[in-house]
């Protein structure tokens, strides 16, 4: 929503109205900055806590900032702070004057912040079409009760058409020095990179070429590529990972999960192209390095990132988007900087079913569906994702672990959650769900490199922990693949939200009820070799953080005693009606319910 008119005299009930319905088409147009800080614009002044209120703009010229005349401003950044104690959401906005940009003249832009940070710096794009002239508005977009009715401005930023802060965009890094994208580093390379660099030929990979780290191609990278052929530096040895799964997974000690964020499904607004726009349709932050260290600060050791795929993909050819599989990657590399342990999965692509629309989106993007019916195009799908995504991270090491599929089961059946082993649709399911795994396993074992040996994860039909579905569970024959189930247990007390869930934890029914489901998972996976991990669980709120926190100090102190590590569900949501299973809040970086990460980082302490 780009042609609005702009609160030039203040806020008025109908431009109030008018904003709230426009709010989903909001989201996500402008990016949050990853990690990046004001002063990474070309021009910037700081404004000693300007309060920008509801319907009150704040106007800035280009001049105060030191712009000179003539540039063209191509992005504007705001480094923001809002109220978090009242838990509503905000939304900044940015706007100028526009000749002919719809009926105000008038080319504007915000982002929907579910839960405000603190602070934050936030960027908005200035329009292709309708150049920015030389002054500006910062704006409060919402309606009162409904967002918050301020935030403070601290600082604000642009970056121009050929300034400094625009860095060349040369990809990410598969293996430093392979040039030619062969999985190895040698005389072709150098060919490669010498060929380019006397403008004959174009190259494959300018991020593996970029030794010096310049963003620029030059002399400079050719002398490093040499030297590190000469020296073996640049082909390092494959890992020799012979450790069975059972030893590996006494590394993870506890983990926690990125969700609703690489996962949020763009069923909404098709037309959303870029990677930014993905991961924050859901409400949710774009994902920053602060935020990875600030789980490894508070005692997890393991991130899983969920990832949807099917909605980046070209539905003709099954690629992934380059630039979504780049922002994965980036994300990946967070973690694995941090030297924690990783886990990267194929998500919300069960389906092409949108519970909110109840409308099935195919052929729009591919998915998989574990039936027979649907088997063909779901082994397509799976395969495509997983071959080029293993392809993509080869040449990591153990640090990074595949799960195959996410909660694969059949969308919108009567046996959705459970299963009926005399009825003939579940049978067929759980038998998709079997060649589907294989079939994912094959696909990452031919890249070759280190996939020939990573750990692998391979969820039961619908991940569930229940004796039916184990019994129907088969794995190939790999000692290096593990076991994944999602065990939000006991079920009223941990995810039930129908108005019938309870907030007390009992520590006599409830364990035993845990205490059945550890020995289920002992004599079907443990017991024959076969480890397990727990990738999804956790309590949502109830205000009752003192039961989760004795509720979590059972759980995973009984995991850890069968030799099970455990993976928080964090969605980031700490109030509404949803499912509030959110543990670090993301704009802040701050632990939201300490007394629980206590008892988690106890009950695990003589994990990893």
């Known amino acids: 929503m780009k042609n609005r008119k702009p609160f030039r005299l203040g806020g008025t ?22 990690g990046k800080e004001i002063d990474a614009c070309d021009y910037y002044m700081t404004t000693d806590a300007i309060k920008v209120e509801r319907g009150k703009p704040v106007e800035f010229k280009t001049s105060e900032l030191g712009v000179p005349a003539g540039a063209v401003v191509k992005e504007v950044w705001i480094d923001m702070s809002a109220d978090t104690e009242k838990k509503l959401p905000t939304m900044p906005a940015f706007g100028y004057y526009a000749k002919g940009c719809g009926e105000y003249d008038w080319y504007s832009d915000g982002l929907w912040m579910q839960t405000p940070a603190a602070q934050a710096v936030v960027s908005f794009p200035v329009s292709e079409d309708y150049a920015m002239p030389s002054s500006f508005q910062i704006q409060c977009w919402g309606e009162e009760g409904e967002s918050l009715d301020y935030f403070t401005l601290n600082a604000v930023g642009v970056c121009v058409e050929g300034g400094t802060s625009n ?99 763009g069923y909404y607004s098709p037309t959303m192209q870029d990677a930014a726009t993905y991961e924050e349709c859901w409400g949710n932050p774009t ?9 490894k600060a508070a005692g997890f050791n393991t991130v899983r990132i969920p990832v949807s795929w099917g909605a980046k993909m070209d539905k003709n050819t099954y690629q992934i988007s380059e630039s979504w599989m780049n922002r994965v990657q980036q994300v990946v590399n967070y973690v694995i900087e941090n030297d924690m342990y990783c886990i990267l999965n194929i998500h919300h692509d069960n389906t092409d079913f949108d519970y909110e629309t109840k409308i099935h989106h195919y052929p729009d993007f591919p998915y998989f569906y574990p039936d027979s019916a649907h088997y063909e195009q779901s082994e397509k799908f799976v395969t495509a994702v997983w071959s080029q995504v293993a392809d993509r991270f080869e040449s990591y090491d153990s640090h990074l672990i595949f799960e195959t599929l996410n909660e694969p089961r059949l969308v919108a059946h009567n046996n959705e959650w459970w299963i009926d082993p005399s009825n ?35 969820p039961t039909y619908s991940a569930s922990p229940d004796p039916a579905n184990l019994d129907g569970f088969k794995m190939p024959d790999d000692n290096h693949l593990i076991a994944e189930i999602h065990a939000y247990r006991p079920y009223d007390f941990a995810l039930r939200n129908d108005g019938q869930g309870v907030s007390t934890f009992n520590e006599t029914t409830d364990k035993a009820e845990l205490i059945e489901m550890f020995n289920n998972l002992k004599s079907r996976f443990i017991s024959k070799g076969i480890p397990v991990i727990i990738d999804e669980f956790g309590a949502m709120n109830r205000d009752n953080e003192d039961q989760r926190a004795a509720w979590a100090k059972c759980y995973l102190t009984l995991a ?49």
């Open 287 to 295: 994902t920053t390095k602060k935020m990875i260290d600030a789980v």
């Open 167 to 265: 860095d060349p965009d040369i990809g990410m890094v598969t293996r430093k020095g392979d040039v030619n994208m062969s999985k190895k580093v040698d005389q072709d390379d150098v060919t490669e990179l010498v060929n380019y660099l006397t403008k004959e030929s174009e190259i494959k990979s300018a991020a593996n070429a970029d030794l010096d780290g310049s963003k620029q191609l030059n002399a400079i990278d050719l002398t490093l590529l040499k030297r590190g052929i000469i020296d073996g530096s640049l082909n390092p040895a494959i890992e020799d990972n012979n450790e069975t799964a059972m030893e590996f997974v006494n590394h993870i000690k506890l983990g926690w999960n990125l969700g609703n964020t690489l996962d949020a499904q």
């Open 560 to 608: 850890d005693s069968y030799g099970i590590p455990c993976v928080w569900w964090d969605n980031n949501l700490f109030s509404g009606n949803g499912e509030q299973f959110g543990l670090l809040n993301r704009s802040s970086c701050q632990i939201e319910y300490p007394k629980i990460m206590a008892a988690m980082v106890e009950a695990t302490k003589n994990r990893g």
């Open 424 to 458: 003939s649709d579940c049978q067929d399911a759980m038998n998709c769900v079997n060649k589907l795994n294989a079939a994912a396993l094959s696909s990452i074992r031919k890249t070759g490199g280190n996939n020939a040996k990573r750990f692998v994860m391979m």
């Open 13 to 34: 009930l109908t431009a109030a109205v008018m904003l709230l319905t426009q709010i989903s088409a909001l989201q996500g147009t402008a990016a949050k900055n990853a």
